[in-house]
């Protein structure tokens, strides 16, 4: 069956940094750009991060840029998140999700697979 297993959340003081990791299997890794969303509690899931096929293209909400990096190892089905300079604005639960397309404006719903979800709490 199709796996996406995030690991790596936690608490962090504002200003610090995390490093988020998703490991797949099920499914042809090189074949999905991978991404990153996040949902903060009562809000709607939004678009995080995500790197295309070949690990040579990314993507990312305009609130991350220059904070944020994401990136791919596909001969072990690994996807990352480099999480900097973070702020309590980030808190939310990060999830690793995997889908065939490319997106110019990605959205949750048009992703096929999706992780558990790993809590990122950045406190003041």
């Known amino acids: 069956q199709v796996q996406l297993v995030e690991s790596g959340g936690g608490s962090v003081q504002a200003g610090n940094s995390l490093k988020l990791s998703c490991t797949a299997s099920?499914?042809?890794?090189?074949?999905?750009?991978m991404g990153w969303f996040r949902q903060a509690s009562g809000k709607a899931r939004e678009f995080v991060a995500a790197?295309?096929?070949?690990?040579?293209?990314?993507q990312y909400r305009d609130s991350v840029k220059g904070r944020f990096i994401v990136s791919r190892d596909n001969a072990n089905r690994m996807v990352t998140l480099e999480m900097g300079k973070l702020k309590p604005e980030d808190t939310a639960v990060y999830y690793c999700?995997?889908?065939?397309?490319?997106?110019?404006?990605?959205?949750?719903?048009?992703?096929?697979?999706w992780g558990q979800g790993t809590q990122v709490t950045v406190s003041s």
């Open positions: 099920g499914f042809i890794f090189g074949d999905y750009v």
């Open positions: 999700a995997a889908d065939p397309y490319y997106y110019s404006d990605p959205l949750a719903f048009e992703y096929d697979y």
């Open positions: 790197v295309h096929w070949y690990g040579d293209k990314f």
